[in-house]
Structure formats: structure tokens, C-alpha cells
């Protein structure tokens, strides 16, 4: 009668893992740059948005088709605004993207914009702010989910206070951001 060799019981998960070891490092990409530390950068500069006369910087996307929410006009439930604002003052960027009105019972929009700087120690790089903006809740905080150039894997937050707003038409408005972005 033949022997069989009698393998430990966990044989097949220490095959397993080690498999899984080789397998995973094939998909290592080795690269020549070394490791940089990570670095905390704190940006303040006030947002002027300006939606109404002959130069207006954020236009609501073809109004007469949304979904407006007619039960409280007020929210604008359902707008959605496409918005290119340069900086006002000394011009250090321009904030390129699109708000909804996304609450049916206050005025919040949903946010996503890329904050494009053309001046100064980051010019050419950019920073992507997204989240959820009560604007008449001071302050608030908006998440920063990433970047390029300077700010390339970049995360952090961005603090946000009503700095003006035209109440009559709400069609100009001034928001003060102090922005903290962690990268490499």
C-alpha cells in the first residue's frame, strides 16, 4: 500500500496567499521619482458670481425647460447653473463649473467646480470643489477631491461664508473661501 504525504490542514491558504502575493506585485509599477512629503496649503480669496446684466459669469442652463419646483419657487429646485467666474479685485483664477438647486425646502445647490489658477506660486494648476452649499448657512464646508499640476492627488476642505449678496435680484454675490488642500 503507498504512503501519501499528509499536508497541513491550511496547505491551500498558504498556497493561496502566496499566489495572490505574486500575482499582486506583477502590477507594481516601479518608478524613478522618490517618495515627496505631503504638504498642507491654506488659499483665501473671495468668489464673485455675477448672474444677471451684460456680463454676467453664470447662466441658468435653458430655463424655459427645467423642472422647477412650482410648490416653493423659492428653493429653484431643479436649476441648474453653468458658471465660468474670474476673480474679481486682482484676478488669480477663475471657477469653472455647474450648481443645481438640489434641496426642495432650502436654497442649497449641489456643486461641482474647478478652481483654475492663472497667477501667482500654483498658476496652471487647479483644484476640483464638490458638495452639497446651504448659501445661506455661514459658515459651511465643501470637500476638495482633487487637482492638477501642484495639486495633482490632492484632497481637503473649503470653508464658505456669504461674504455680499444683492437680496433684491440675488443676482451678484461675493463668497469668501478659505480653502486647505493637502498634496504632494
Known amino acids: 500500500m ?25 502590477f507594481i509599477i ?20 455675477n448672474i444677471a446684466g451684460p456680463h454676467a459669469t453664470a447662466v441658468p442652463i435653458n430655463p424655459k425647460i427645467q423642472p422647477v419646483d412650482l410648490r416653493d419657487p423659492a428653493s429653484l429646485f431643479g436649476r441648474l447653473t453653468i458658471a465660468d ?3 474679481n479685485s486682482t484676478v488669480v483664477g477663475s471657477a469653472q463649473g455647474m450648481y443645481g438647486s438640489a434641496s426642495q425646502t432650502e436654497m442649497s445647490f449641489a456643486m461641482v467646480f474647478n478652481f483654475a489658477l492663472t497667477q501667482g506660486k500654483y498658476k496652471g494648476s487647479s483644484f476640483c470643489l464638490l458638495g452639497r452649499n446651504p448659501i445661506f448657512t455661514n459658515p459651511r464646508e465643501l ?28 443676482a451678484n454675490t461675493i463668497v469668501e473661501y478659505d480653502v486647505y488642500i493637502r498634496h504632494y
Open 30 to 49: 516601479p518608478t524613478t521619482t522618490s517618495a515627496k512629503l505631503e504638504k498642507l496649503t491654506h488659499l483665501h480669496f473671495y468668489y464673485h458670481n
Open 85 to 87: 467666474d474670474p476673480e
Open 143 to 170: 470637500a476638495i477631491v482633487g487637482g492638477t499640476g501642484a495639486f495633482r492627488f490632492s484632497r481637503g476642505y473649503a470653508i464658505l461664508k456669504t461674504y455680499y449678496m444683492d437680496m433684491q435680484t440675488g
Open 2 to 26: 503507498a504512503k501519501t504525504a499528509k499536508l497541513p490542514p491550511n496547505h491551500f491558504l498558504i498556497v493561496s496567499i502566496i499566489q495572490l502575493v505574486i500575482f499582486s506585485s506583477a
